[in-house]
């Protein structure tokens, strides 16, 4: 087996579980592993710490499978992995509130590199780095026999395989094609998801139990709904007994599926509206011509990519934030949002503290939210941490 040797007091964090060896941790690899194998690391000293999958093409030229001498990386390791995902889901009985849910998630789920989600009868599957493409059929297949899903479709996007010198990959991997549009029930509410051009795999799985927080607030309101992709908060909003909602988004196509959405479950033409626009724009406009609302949902996509962007990200939350404050009437409820991992909850509080600060508007926080326990969180992978967001009462 080839030999990875790390650089003097760059041991610690693999001792501490962290799954990433960065190249610059690296002293030297001793063998000619092709990218993709299988390294054993060593620290500086010749102690075995751990093993992992090798792509030196990427920033983090090691992800660590096992810190177990003794636990060989063979297909029955691979089973022992995907079925404690999968396991880990079956103890959440999310199977009684809903179809769609993330299976495995990655790093948190000690599969580095490996996304699944599960749409109904369907898996959709993401295959982020090297290492796991190369074991791509095998894993397909296991899931395949611990799922038993009607299909196993892949969609590995451009963005995050880049950095591992891959190509997108997109297709059925097994089983039958997915329809055009699946249809998956979230605690009774029914949704159409494209998993071949929607975002992520196809949904935002990962805000369930917010749109339930959120929801129950919502009651009477008339609410806009800020980057509001296919309209689940919307859904949710109009069940629970808001008047009226306004899906804002920047892109149309997304705007004419969250009507198909709306509509699928039952609600009139007459108690929503689509909004097509840049949101930082739209909020101005409707400030200017006196337009209010009961309540605010704010989702944005993820703005800061990199330490580097994150002054800038920063200032994009807090604009966002202030222009919602200043659309709602005092007493409504401001829903807002973080994505961004290097946004911390703290950070993303203050952020909002400033906004509120420059809109002259009091604040109370009445409940903060995160990722939901399908997207669980590794006590030693804390990147995995990434969805923040906090319910508001504005005076
Ligand atoms: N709340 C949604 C997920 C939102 S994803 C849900 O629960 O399903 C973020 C959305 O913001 C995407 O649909 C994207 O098209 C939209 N978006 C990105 N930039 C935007 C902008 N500047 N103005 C308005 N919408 C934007």
Redesign the pocket.
Known sequence: MPKLFLRPGHDKPVRRHHPWIFSGAVARIDGQPDDGDIVEVYSSEGEWLARGYLNRRSQIVVRLLTWDREEAIDESFWHRRIDRAVRARTLLELESVTDAYRLVFAESDWIPGLIVDRYADFLVLQCLTLGIERRKELLVRLLAEECRPAGIFERSDRDMREKEGLAPSEGVRWGVEPPDRLLIQEYGHRFRVDVRRG?KTG??LD?REN?RRTAAYLAGRRVL?????????AVWALAAGARHVVN????AD?LSEAAANLILNGFPESSFECVE????R?LRAFRSTGRRFDAV?L???KFAFSQAHLQRATRGYKDINLQALHLLKPGGILAT?SCSGLVSADLFQKIVFAAAEDAGRDVQILERLAQPPDHPIRLSFPEGEYLKGLICRVW
């Open positions: 975002h949904f935002y805000q749109r709904n800020a980057f509001s992709y296919t309209g689940a908060f804002l988004d920047s892109a997304v626009g840049d949101a930082f739209v949902i989702d944005p996509p949002f």
